[in-house]
């Protein structure tokens, strides 16, 4: 079963000196058996790996509890380096004495390409938010502000973390709040865009500007 696992699966000593492992280990660290019997963990990652692991190991053993999900990178036997991801647990002998360690290790290269791809691809849509001269924002059902770009502080007058902290009402008077409310109740029951809404916001300095918005509905992954 182990050795028709995906993940490689490994055995250490309290000493971090491997005592067994699966042949999807073996494969991806480009070792042969023999040469990975007793070698150290310390041979397969560098400095500062190796002190983010110690620091686990030495977690799980003072509180016995497993860890997963501990990011780090691997050296393979030609130096190349990569992603992987791991569950830790102690290993205990027949007297119930903590006699090592066992783990899980993934490969998360297509994860993390995934990961960065999303990320270039956030960057791309924040510059273009950015660089548009209109004012663009999200709210949630109550009017708290989700999301906005720069254009819209630079007009409101305010600093990014207060725009975090406010509400949409706190942009404009009970008339052109009531306005708004009206409009947005009728966008979510239809499902249909806003478009050419005029009305009137307040800025940081009580300055008053006529605006025109357009605004529609945003929904998540399941489609609400």
Not at 44 to 64: G, P, S
Not at 118 to 141: C, G, H, K, T, W
Not at 149 to 159: F, Q
């Amino acid at each position: 079963i182990l050795d028709k696992m995906q993940e490689a699966y490994y055995e250490v000593d309290l000493k971090g000196n491997f005592t067994f492992f699966n042949s999807s280990a073996v494969k991806g660290l480009g070792y042969t058996n023999e040469e990975m019997q007793g070698m150290n963990f310390r041979k397969f990652v560098d400095h500062e790996n190796a002190r983010k692991l110690l620091q686990v190991y030495h977690r799980v053993f003072v509180t016995e509890r497993p860890v997963t999900g501990c990011d780090w990178e691997v050296i393979t036997k030609n130096g190349e380096k990569f992603p992987v991801s791991s569950s830790v647990s102690l290993k205990y002998d027949e007297h119930g004495n903590p006699v090592g360690f066992q783990g899980i290790v993934r490969d998360i290269r297509e994860r993390k390409q995934v990961e960065e791809a999303l990320r270039q691809s956030e960057e791309r849509y924040r510059n273009i938010l950015n660089d548009m001269q209109e004012a663009y924002y999200e709210v949630d059902f109550e009017g708290n502000l989700l999301f906005f770009n720069l254009p819209a502080m630079i007009r409101l007058g305010y600093s990014d973390e207060e725009m975090k902290s406010m509400n949409f009402q706190q942009l404009t008077d009970e008339v052109n709040a009531r306005k708004l409310f009206k409009e947005y109740s009728k966008a979510f029951l239809t499902g249909k865009p806003i478009t050419g809404l005029e009305w009137e916001v307040i800025t940081k300095n009580g300055e008053r500007i006529p605006v025109e918005s357009s605004a529609s509905l945003r929904y998540d992954a399941a489609g609400n």
